[in-house]
């Protein structure tokens, strides 16, 4: 690069659970720029985690931490050419990477359900990925297998 790596800008931790996973998971799913209907979806999700969760020595915050660990992939692959021929080769995954990547495929796979309000859609797949089942959890599975089965092609990792 010709200018250094630009700084990462620091997040404030959310009002209600002084948490700064929760804020980072609140500007993802953002539309538009609209944090306060980010944030009202969220707290609304937590709101039907804390009434439907098995798990009485739980809070909701817990359980969606929870079920980001369980969506969270450890190796990924990656596409490189050597001599012509196109290899996926799987590659092991920065921390930040595993976090963001687990909370995009949480928000995607909620979006794609069909409950009838966002705040729905997103508890109902957090409480799944808790259990570990669900659309996001078997995305991570996939995405292990399909490392798994290129195993052979690891010595190609740059």
């Not at 196109?86 to 595993?98: G, H, S």
């Not at 949480?106 to 009838?116: G, P, Q, T, V, Y």
């Not at 996939?142 to 990792?157: G, I, L, P, Q, Y």
Request: net charge positive; proline share 4%.
């Amino acid at each position: 690069m010709r200018k250094r790596q630009a700084k990462a800008r620091p997040i404030l931790p959310d009002p209600k659970f002084n948490d700064q996973l929760v804020t980072r998971f609140v500007n993802m799913l953002m539309w538009d720029g609209k944090k306060s209907i980010a944030f009202k979806i969220f707290y609304d999700a937590m709101d039907i985690v804390e009434e439907k969760k098995q798990e009485e020595e739980k809070t909701a915050l817990e359980v969606w931490k929870e079920a980001l660990s369980n969506v969270m992939p450890h190796v990924e692959v990656r596409s490189r050419r050597v001599g012509g021929a196109t290899f996926q080769i799987p590659t092991p995954i920065r921390p930040d990477r595993k976090i963001s990547t687990a909370m995009k495929w949480l928000i995607n796979f909620s979006r794609k359900r069909n409950e009838k309000s966002m705040a729905a859609k997103l508890a109902a797949e957090v409480l799944a990925a808790a259990k570990e089942e669900g659309a996001a959890v078997k995305k991570r599975v996939d995405t292990h297998r399909m490392a798994e089965a290129n195993k052979a092609f690891s010595h190609f990792r740059f």
